[in-house]
């Protein structure tokens, strides 16, 4: 089977930068994505990565460490629209498009 | 260039009812897969669909079914609806099924009362 696992919630400053951090166990790997999901709208794409190390888009960065089998998404300079819940989801083997974890919400606070 | 677009947004069905939730991909894209999301978890995944196949199906029962259509539209069937049923219905397309990303659409709310 697969499991993910990343904390249930993080708050942080507007400004500041913030690591979610997400483990996961899984039969066969293709890669990590990273989705966002404001509430009441539709899980977003932010990242992803197949290989080892850190991938870069603006204010986001997300790293992968396959033989850890751990992840994170960076989000620098917050914003308070970055606000929502943050999803790591493992492409794996066999035919499962995507594995989610639970989820982080992430509260901006001024 | 239209996303992915679901109907109906919202439903209210009663138990044992049945419904059909319908999904249209981005142009272009041959495979559609389907999630359930409860209040407060992550999507869960029930279908993925490529070239009109069943590709992979997740851990849900036989009330659950889907198919895909020659155009790549699909549609997920829920019968004999269960107050556990409740939940947000979302709707991904991509390429091959297993590229990344996969596009979300805004998901149907279905409700059992």
């Known amino acids: 089977g697969q499991s993910l696992e990343q904390p249930s919630e993080v708050t942080a400053v507007e400004g500041a930068i913030v690591q979610i951090n997400c483990t996961y166990q899984?039969?066969?790997?293709?890669?990590l994505s990273w989705y966002q999901q404001h509430d009441g709208g539709a899980p977003t794409f932010l990242s992803y990565?197949?290989?080892?190390g850190l991938e870069e888009t603006g204010r986001f960065s997300s790293f992968l460490s396959r033989s850890d089998s751990y992840g994170y998404l960076l989000l620098q300079e917050l914003q308070m629209k970055d606000s929502a819940s943050y999803f790591c989801?493992?492409?794996?083997?066999?035919?499962?498009?995507?594995?989610f974890g639970k989820g982080t919400r992430l509260s901006v606070i001024a | 260039d239209a996303g992915v677009t679901q109907s109906p947004t919202h439903l209210i069905k009663t138990r044992g009812q049945h419904v059909t939730l319908r999904c249209s991909p981005i142009?272009?894209?041959?495979?559609v897969s389907w999630y359930q999301q409860v209040l407060g978890q992550g999507p869960q995944f029930i279908f993925q669909?490529?070239?009109?196949?069943?590709?992979g199906r997740g851990n849900f029962p036989d009330r659950f079914s889907a198919r895909q259509f020659p155009n790549y539209s699909s549609e997920l069937n829920v019968n004999a609806l269960l107050l556990g049923d409740s939940a947000l219905y979302l709707c991904?397309?991509?390429?091959?099924?297993?590229?990344?990303?996969?596009?979300f659409g805004d998901g149907t709310r279905l409700s059992i009362l």
């Open positions: 989801a493992v492409t794996g083997s066999g035919n499962t498009p995507l594995v």
């Open positions: 142009s272009g894209h041959k495979s």
């Open positions: 990565n197949a290989l080892d």
């Open positions: 899984t039969s066969g790997f293709y890669g």
């Open positions: 991904a397309s991509s390429f091959n099924g297993v590229d990344q990303p996969q596009h």
């Open positions: 669909y490529y070239e009109k196949e069943e590709r």
